[in-house]
């Protein structure tokens, strides 16, 4: 018997705590983009909420399920090649990106951001190194890095930085933050 989409992705198959405590400032029927989505678990909930959702990643080996969702939008993009954001131009009222980082599309990330929508964000920073993967300085931010990101741009709501064991123990940068109307 083919295992289920829980089963085959178990430990990633349920939404970060974070996205789940900012998901309802996300405003009422706009679209989603789940960027660097992994196996989707986060725009899943946001279709669940009944959200359209953009899922963009550069293996979309995990999203087959979706493909006859009239409200889910797969890309397949690599977003480190040094091609164009493959979204430029696009906004949406959401989107979220965890366990994420690739500094010269950080902009792209925010101007991607509606008038009245949020940036949910959530990944590894300086000092994780002591906990693993991922433990180069180009995948970890800086104490303060996503909040100097956003100044003058979007209105911070929450940011967290510090150690942290759910899922795993790290350190953790995360921030909730809406592009003013």
């Given amino acids: 018997m083919e295992p289920n989409f829980v089963e085959k992705h178990a430990g990633f198959a349920a939404p970060s ?94 101007d991607a951001v509606a008038p009245g929508g949020v940036l949910i964000y959530e990944t590894f920073a300086k000092g994780n190194e002591v906990y693993g993967h991922p433990a180069r300085e180009a995948y970890l931010l800086e104490d303060g890095e996503l909040l100097s990101a956003v100044e003058g741009q979007l209105t911070v709501r929450a940011y967290e930085h510090g150690y942290d064991d759910i899922p795993k123990p790290g350190i953790r940068q995360r921030l909730c933050a809406v592009r003013p109307d």
């Fill in 17 to 110: 705590a974070w996205v789940e405590r900012w998901a309802d400032r996300v405003p009422e029927g706009s679209e989603v983009l789940d960027l660097a989505c992994g196996n989707g678990r986060h725009g899943r909930l946001f279709l669940e909420r009944g959200h359209a959702c953009v899922f963009l990643d550069k293996n979309i080996s995990a999203l087959p399920d979706l493909a006859s969702n009239a409200h889910a939008e797969v890309i397949e993009a690599d977003l480190e090649d040094g091609s164009a954001f493959p979204l430029a131009g696009r906004v949406f009222g959401g989107v979220v990106v965890t366990c994420y980082l690739h500094r010269p599309i950080l902009q792209d990330i925010i």
